[in-house]
T-cell receptor
Framework: AQSVAQPEDQVNVAEGNPLTVKCTYS??????LFWYVQYPNRGLQFLLK??????LVKGSYGFEAEFNKSQTSFHLKKPSALVSDSALYFC??????????FGSGTRLQVQP | DTGVSQNPRHKITKRGQNVTFRCDPI?????LYWYRQTLGQGPEFLTY????????KSRLLSDRFSAERPKGSFSTLEIQRTEQGDSAMYLC??????????????FGPGTRLTVT
């Protein structure tokens, strides 16, 4: 069975600094990896995905993620954080192009 | 707004009552998913449909839960004899059927169920 680990419950970063939100996964076969963001009282919003190809994936709002097969990781990054990036971030994986398995989420707090 | 919509947004019910939620996916999307999210956790898969066919059900989906998508458009999720442990946010998502790839899922705002 597949699983996703987000080892940090919360990440704090100052506005303008780079940010990283970590994700590792376990899956049989080739993974399809996703990042979603959840703002209060709003649904999950898609940020980016890795299906195949280039290990560095660019997504919405200036976010990017790096797929590392040997470390089974898919960390989310942004060069310069904004206060408006403060939200709950979820990593998700599916090996079979069906339902997603989500991590437990990481709360990102960007301080002004 | 052409996104995924869910109704009602909030539902409070007494233990033992039945509840039904509705999801209207993005109109051209073939696949429809139901997830459940409890506080402090990521969404957990319940079931999914491709058009009107229910293709997979999670072990989380007990006999008290039933989902339908009768015409391959909207879907309903019914919970019979609700229990306090059913209190959660129920999320619906849809995605197009992508040849040779896997499209991201688009989520609705969710229905928050509180069982008293």
């Amino acid at each position: 069975a597949q699983s996703v680990a987000q080892p940090e419950d919360q990440v704090n970063v100052a506005e303008g600094n780079p940010l990283t939100v970590k994700c590792t996964y376990s899956v049989s076969g080739n993974p399809y990896l996703f990042w979603y963001v959840q703002y209060p009282n709003r649904g999950l919003q898609f940020l980016l995905k890795y299906i195949t190809g280039d290990n560095l994936v660019k997504g919405s709002y200036g976010f990017e993620a790096e797929f590392n097969k040997s470390q089974t990781s898919f960390h989310l990054k942004k060069p310069s954080a904004l206060v408006s990036d403060s939200a709950l971030y979820f990593c998700a994986v599916t090996p079979l192009r069906r339902a997603l398995t989500f991590g437990s989420g990481t709360r990102l707090q960007v301080q002004p | 707004d052409t996104g995924v919509s869910q109704n009602p947004r909030h539902k409070i019910t007494k233990r033992g009552q039945n509840v039904t939620f509705r999801c209207d996916p993005i109109s051209e999307h073939n696949r429809l998913y139901w997830y459940r999210q409890t506080l402090g956790q990521g969404p957990e898969f319940l079931t999914y449909f491709q058009n009107e066919a229910q293709l997979e059900k999670s072990r989380l989906l007990s006999d008290r839960f039933s989902a339908e998508r009768p015409k391959g458009s909207f879907s309903t999720l019914e919970i019979q004899r609700t229990e306090q442990g059913d209190s959660a946010m129920y999320l619906c998502a849809s995605s197009p059927l992508s040849q040779g790839g896997f499209s991201e899922q688009y989520f609705g705002p969710g229905t928050r169920l509180t069982v008293t």
